[in-house]
């Protein structure tokens, strides 16, 4: 077996799905949007998780046909729920795009052909991009995020505070939103060290004017402390795992 073969081979057939992972509003409850995931169901081995297909695509430069792929599904879904609802509900859908990905692909091109493939504005898509795709070229990173950002995208550096962000360097970017990583806010409660992580993170975006989202939210009690914290919204188990789009959408009429 070679996964390598399989994955591009799944990709020319279809076999590749998004699911998709409620954000909550920690103010008013609301469903804010959905963070989009990839999945791969195997004929023979069954469900493949993207934390091993992702880093083949990216030694063989699938990721390229792999995150089109991503943004293109995720602006068709878009526009298929706002004509399904007549556009009555506001919600936004992030696509992951990995560090390898902005560096092999023209991502710009990328973003604004999926948008325009669907005919969806650009502030209807939210962009998680890792801390790591920006250390090796700073410069490169900052044109980058301004071209997205010129496409009317939302940006959100995700896993925040796993890597090795620049204060300095992050001021200057046109990111919107911090997404804290789920292995500080997971043990908050239990682990102080964490907890102090989380508060620093809330407080740093605030003072640079970006929004937050909290990741791996398990229990009502930890909503609650980040929703006094401040923290914009909530991503995790506690309010639902990732869905199928099916799945999804009921979910986005129910809230409505
Ligand atoms: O559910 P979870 O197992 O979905 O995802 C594991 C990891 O895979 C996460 O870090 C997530 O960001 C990444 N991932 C999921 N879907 C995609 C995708 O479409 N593109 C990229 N680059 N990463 C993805
Ligand atoms: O790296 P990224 O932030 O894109 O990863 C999203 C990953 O987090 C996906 O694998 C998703 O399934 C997972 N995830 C989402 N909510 C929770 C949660 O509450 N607990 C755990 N353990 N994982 C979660
Ligand atoms: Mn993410
Ligand atoms: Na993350």
Sequence with gaps: FSME?????????????????PLVDLDTGLLSGFEALARWQHADLGAISPVDFIPVAEESGLIVPLGRWALEEAAKTIALWDERMLGQQDFRISVNMSAVQIQRDDVVEAVSSALRGSNIAGNRMTLELTESAFINDP???KRLLDDLKSLDTNLAMDDFGTGYSNLAYLQQLPIDVLKID???VSEMMVNKDKRAIVRTVLSLARALGMKTTAEGIES????????RLGCSV???????RPMTSDAAYAFLVADK
Excluded: N
């Excluded at 073969?5 to 992972?21: K, N, P, S, V």
């Design 5 to 21: 073969t399989d994955l591009r081979r799944a990709l020319q057939m279809g076999e590749l799905e998004l699911h998709y992972q």
């Design 139 to 141: 410069e490169g990173a």
């Design 182 to 184: 789920r292995s500080f």
């Design 220 to 227: 009502s009690e930890i909503s609650e402390v980040l929703r």
């Design 234 to 240: 909530g991503q995790g188990y506690y309010f639902a």
